[in-house]
């Protein structure tokens, strides 16, 4: 299994532009997870999903989007991109498992440069 | 208020020591703990996880809670320098569904 993994691994984006970062995991989690971690700073939580179709905000949603059509993917998109959101951005996927969901496992990060 | 609270550090400590990391948490309804190691430039990695019913030991890890007074603490025996890291401690909401992650204490092991 390649667990989690994102592309790209590194992106510099214009203030304006719009991107999608790409998550996908190949361990049938039904739980994904999109972080983003400033310099010095633990992760903060931008949106999650709990399944195909099903998704919510985190605690720092604005000026990001998600989706997730399928149990592997789940891409994270910017509108209209600033230079507050550069940043280190971490996908992650977790199981529910007998009622409890386990430990997440992360991506290895895009990080995002926005001049 | 912080939901979860880590000192930053640097805490820093001689080679065979041992390394104490403390973390905070405001919900008294919590149950789920973890401890994430975090190498400069990579991805979070789990070290260890307890739920409210006790105490894990693992290898030179050991993770305590005290329910009382909210804290969790992560005990590192014989420190080695490859533990120089970021520890991210991180508490799971009564829902199930999210990790509230800590801001990280960074850990220096000297030789």
Redesign the interface.
Known sequence: NAGVTQTPKFRILKIGQSMTLQCTQDMNHNYMYWYRQDPGMGLKLIYYSVGAGITDKGEVPNGYNVSRSTTEDFPLRLELAAPSQTSVYFCASSILAGGRQETQYFGPGTRLLVL | QKE?E?N?GPLSVPEGAIASLNCTYSDRGSQ?F?WYRQYSG?????IM?IYSNGDKEDGRFTAQLNKASQYVSLLIRDSQPSDSATY?CAV?NNA?????????TRLMVKP
């Open positions: 979860v880590q930053s789920s973890f990579k991805s979070p990695e789990l996880f991210l799971r199930g569904n999210m990790l509230t992650f800590g801001g990280g």
